[in-house]
């Protein structure tokens, strides 16, 4: 939110104070916060009618909110975004932090997927949240396409790149294929995609379809369209996000509302939904990126928070994110270095090995 630290700035000492301690007391335990336990130890000597008047007039521009009569108030998502973005100190990792994350990286091995499914192991247990980490695409150029039948209504497409690596992803095709239709296909698409990485052909190759569509026959044009759906957007979905941590969430559940929302969180994750556009929320560029609540597009129903960092490759290309998903009443001062630190050491160790 662009206007909070304007916000903050405009509000007096007292009122900014009582705001900032009522924000990290439910962040800390999840409670909502009483006047009374804010004037044991506040900074001036103030009495707890006083507090509750200044409560009132922030529950009044809709920062605090009181769940039960005459209980304390806890910030609403407007107030944990302006916190966020005005009042919050970030710290650094701490040493202990940091070796766990960088413990995952001691093997010389060249299985990336294992790697980092070490780090979101790690990335859970020292934030216990659950983390969440998008593995990168095949980046190499790809050497050669093909399509093979397997059945009337059971196809792969096979991708082979020039380092070796070989991916293979099965789909329906049309009907009425023919092993000449599937050689045709695979020549017009060969012809287009030599030399080039998944990145670079994503969206120049619809066009040039489209262009040339009129050389190949209706059958072949049908099984090309029909490969590269499942070329580039199935095959997105399959165990490129890898999620560790789930029992951390059941653990932070207090009240029978916290557990509904969990259960639609992990419904989400296990359809591992929208992780097409998992990585565009971190389309800001460099660094980490925080949503809250509603803020938070794929996961917006359990009304959980997301703090995300993309890492990038030896080009400054985004290829991946890293992040950690819980309750809105995450510490964020201590997740975000933590977030960011680990992104940026998976980047760094990604660009060594090319």
Not at 112 to 132: E, F, I, K, N
Request: no cysteine.
């Amino acid at each position: 939110m662009s206007d909070a630290p304007k916000m903050i700035e405009e509000m007096n000492d007292r009122s900014r104070e009582v705001f900032r301690r009522v924000v990290e007391g439910y962040l800390e335990n999840g409670d909502p916060v009483g006047s009374r336990t804010l004037t044991r130890d506040f900074s001036e000597k103030v009495s707890a009618a006083t507090i509750r008047n200044v409560m009132q007039d922030l529950e009044y521009m809709g920062l605090l909110d009181s769940p039960h009569i005459s209980a304390g108030r806890i910030p609403t998502q407007l107030g944990l975004r302006m916190f966020v973005d005005g009042l919050m100190e970030v710290s650094v990792p701490d040493d202990g932090d940091r070796e766990k994350i960088d413990a995952t990286m001691g093997r010389n091995e060249s299985d990336v997927g294992g790697l980092l499914d070490r780090v979101g192991s790690a990335l859970s247990g020292v934030t216990h949240g659950a983390s969440l980490v998008l593995t990168p695409k095949h980046e190499a150029p790809i050497k050669h396409i093909e399509f093979v039948s397997l059945a009337a209504d059971r196809a792969l497409v096979v991708l082979v790149f020039a380092d070796g690596h070989v991916e293979n992803r099965l789909f329906t095709p049309p009907p009425g294929q023919t092993p000449s239709s599937m050689r045709e296909a695979a020549n017009f698409l060969n012809a287009l995609i030599e030399g080039k990485t998944l990145t670079d052909v994503r969206g120049a190759i619809q066009s040039e379809i489209s262009l040339r569509r009129q050389e190949i026959d209706v059958l072949a044009r049908d099984l090309v369209d029909s490969g590269l759906a499942v070329w580039q957007d199935a095959g997105d979905r399959n165990e490129r996000l890898i999620v560790r941590g789930r029992s951390n969430l059941l653990e932070s559940a207090g009240q029978p509302d916290d557990l509904d929302r969990i259960r639609t969180l992990f419904d989400d994750l296990e359809r591992k939904r929208d992780i097409s556009e998992f990585l565009e929320l971190t389309e800001g560029g460099d660094g980490v990126r925080i949503f809250i609540g509603s803020e938070n597009k794929l996961f917006s129903l359990s009304g959980s928070s997301l703090v995300v960092s993309p890492y990038m490759n030896a080009d400054r290309k985004i290829i991946g994110a890293v992040g950690v998903i819980g309750p809105t009443r995450l510490n964020y001062g201590r997740i975000v270095p933590i977030v960011d630190y680990t992104a940026q050491l998976v980047g760094k160790m990604l660009s060594d090995r090319s």
